[in-house]
Nanobody, 119 residues
Framework: QVQLVESGGGLVEAGGSLRLSCAAS????????MGWFRQAPGKEREFVAG????????YYADSVKGRFTISRDNAKNTVYLQMSRLKPEDTAVYYC????????????WGQGTQVTVSS
């Protein structure tokens, strides 16, 4: 069982920055691909960014490429999402997710943290 707890959300003006953190419990964190997803009001949840178990590979949605950076610290069981040049359309609840070990199938989800970008 893996528990994920996100933090770092809040209200920011357009053009600003935020860093989200996701702390994971358990001893299998370093063997799992981790990802960030988001869901805006009235929309389906969408993939934002992912990072391989060792951190050597990262993946981004086109909408955030060049503005967001995902990273992880396996010693701290934590994954981060640095968000820069935020836009109002980035407003959403952001969720951290953990994939099955050695897989890209996400099986655990956090409760989410709200990010609101004002224009």
């Amino acid at each position: 069982q893996v528990q994920l707890v996100e933090s770092g959300g809040g209200l920011v003006e357009a053009g600003g920055s935020l860093r989200l953190s996701c702390a994971a419990s358990g001893r299998t964190f370093s063997s799992r691909t981790m990802g960030w997803f988001r869901q805006a009001p009235g929309k389906e949840r969408e993939f934002v960014a992912g990072i391989s178990w060792g951190g050597g590979m990262t993946y981004y949605a086109d909408s955030v490429k060049g503005r967001f950076t995902i990273s992880r610290d396996n010693a701290k069981n934590t994954v981060y999402l640095q968000m820069s040049r935020l836009k109002p359309e980035d407003t959403a609840v952001y969720y951290c997710a953990a994939a099955k070990p050695m897989s890209s199938d996400y099986e655990y989800w956090g409760q989410g943290t709200q990010v609101t970008v004002s224009s």
